[in-house]
């Protein structure tokens, strides 16, 4: 009973915190497109060079999630259907799909991740990985982490400080969206790193602290790290949907 409980709670807490920071998200959105026009965004975001490293942070955020959710899904064009979703309109839409995998599911655990002994989903999952080559896969993080170390680098090494960096985004709502929406990102890639490590939370703490401080960068590495100590040698459902 307890057990139960402790899991309703973890599903209700986690569900609320995603329609919360989703619902902060479009509020700020909303006054972003009042403002400036989405084709003036792009100007905004790039002429600072730690807004421009947010949209980077996103991008790296979306090479994880996007496939996530081609993978996670239960058909291949409802995948397809989401991650194209997701990845134009944000992470909302992740957040979205994950809150109704959890809700279905009745457990965390079981919406973000899948049961090993789920054959009908592996069977279809199986199929999507068809499109998606393991290898290939992890050699395209690896140039996006090597970007988004170089993006970083060159923020860190410019004119512009880091605090003249965050009043920059702070006083731009188009910069600020493009960070929230990063944020988004993030709360979603804490969870899955918190159900991955079997909520050992010694180990669960000091990954949220990287990721806290290195964003997406950290995501990269998680990943590519998951793909690489899969027994699986060809299965990213092996690596990314099922823990050891």
């Known amino acids: 009973m307890k057990v139960m409980n402790f899991e309703r709670f973890w599903v209700n807490v986690t569900v609320l915190i995603y329609f919360c920071s989703s619902l902060y998200f479009f509020y700020v959105l909303l006054h972003a497109l009042s403002e400036k026009s989405l084709y003036e965004a792009w100007f905004v975001v790039v002429s600072s060079k730690w807004a421009f490293s947010a949209l980077i942070d996103y991008i790296a955020g979306v090479s994880f999630t996007s496939i996530y959710i081609l993978l996670r899904a239960e058909t291949f064009l409802s995948g397809i259907t989401w991650s194209i979703t997701a990845a134009f309109l944000g992470n909302p839409v ?40 393991k290898q290939l ?35 731009n709502l ?11 990102g993030l709360l979603f890639t804490a969870v899955f790193i918190a ?25 990269l590495l998680y990943v590519m790290y998951k793909i690489s100590s899969c027994n699986d040698p060809f299965s990213l459902h092996s690596a990314l949907l099922t823990t050891s």
């Open 137 to 171: 896969y992890k050699v395209s993080l690896f140039v996006m982490f090597c970007v988004f170390i170089a993006v970083c680098i060159d923020a860190i090494l410019s004119d512009e400080s880091f605090q003249t960096g965050v009043e920059y985004v702070n006083s």
């Open 174 to 184: 188009w910069a600020k969206t493009t960070f929230i929406d990063n944020l988004l």
């Open 195 to 219: 159900v991955h490590e079997h909520f050992e939370w010694t180990r669960i703490l000091v990954l949220w602290t990287a990721l806290a401080l290195c964003g997406n960068g950290i995501t």
């Open 94 to 133: 992740l957040l979205l799909f994950v809150s109704l995998n959890i809700l279905q599911h009745g457990s965390v655990t079981k919406g973000i991740l899948l049961s090993s002994s789920d054959s009908s989903l592996e069977t279809s999952n199986e199929s999507h990985e068809s499109v998606v080559s």
